[in-house]
């Protein structure tokens, strides 16, 4: 299972796309992927696309680069995409230090809507988090964490994982899980317990090793895998397998059946 993918900037437009995408996938092992929206153009795109397969789920948010100027018509229809059935977390949101793309305090105030926003919905809050770790973890204590909240393309070290952990968060692993400079971050993905990972592509970008340079698309998903599974000492198998059950748990895939 995917967790974390973006379907149309992997130059899906049509239904047809959507369904040739996940024929690829399942070619792979991969049997569903969430694909995720940053913006009001890409948020319509995703539900639609949910729709089209089911295969697909979607998420909703504004990207935090995507805040400097938001209206209240911009949140009115973000909340009225979320209670879409197809649409099984709020994402992505969060913060983004490392593009100048939006002041610091316009993401913070976005981020806190949105987490308000996966209380009123019980959905699973789906956070960006890039050179922004503390911000985040702050916010999150401040405004009082939703029941379940993924750090998509979890990107700290392993004391950060273990205080995710012991929060109750869930990390998901991507791509850069496999880059040889990543030591801090699969001692991360070594420690996380079985019940809180997921494992995701955020195709089309970081394909993981040995195809970094060429496009990713969810049937790369399995390299990632291979690498979380060679972190952690078991089989490829066993971790394929905890990390879909971790996602039809957390996005609650029954319901939306």
């Not at 938001?70 to 995409?81: K, N």
């Not at 793309?101 to 105030?109: G, K, T």
């Not at 998509?152 to 899980?177: N, Q, T």
């Not at 971050?185 to 995701?200: F, G, K, N, Q, W």
Request: net charge negative.
């Amino acid at each position: 299972m995917d967790s974390h993918t973006h379907l149309d900037a992997c130059g899906c437009e049509t239904d047809a796309d959507v369904v040739a995408a996940l024929d690829r996938a399942a070619t792979t092992g991969v049997a569903g992927v969430v694909t995720i929206a940053d913006d009001l153009v890409a948020a319509r795109w995703a539900v639609g696309a949910a729709h089209a397969d089911d295969r697909v789920w979607a998420a909703v948010a504004l990207h935090p680069t995507r805040t400097a100027s938001v209206s209240g018509a911009d949140l009115a229809e973000i909340e009225r995409l979320a209670a879409d059935d197809r649409v099984v977390a709020i994402g992505e949101t969060g913060l983004d230090y490392y593009w100048d793309h939006a002041p610091p305090s316009a993401q913070q105030d976005a981020f806190r809507w949105h987490i308000g926003l996966a209380k009123r919905t019980g959905k699973p809050l789906m956070i960006h988090d890039r050179d922004a770790h503390d911000d985040v973890l702050r916010i999150l204590r401040e405004e009082g964490a939703p029941d379940d909240v993924v750090f998509h393309c979890f990107s700290g070290d392993a004391a950060m994982a273990r205080e995710c952990v012991d929060a109750g968060y869930v990390l998901s692993f991507a791509g850069p899980v496999t880059f040889k400079r990543n030591d801090e971050l699969r001692a991360a993905a070594a420690l996380v317990p079985d019940d809180r990972y997921l494992v995701e592509t955020d195709a089309p970008f970081l394909t993981p090793h040995p195809h970094r340079g060429r496009a990713n698309e969810p049937y790369v998903l399995p390299w990632t895998v291979r690498g979380i599974a060679a972190t952690r000492g078991e089989t490829e198998a066993r971790v394929a397998e905890s990390a879909r059950r971790n996602a039809e748990r957390i996005f609650r895939l029954d319901a939306t059946e």
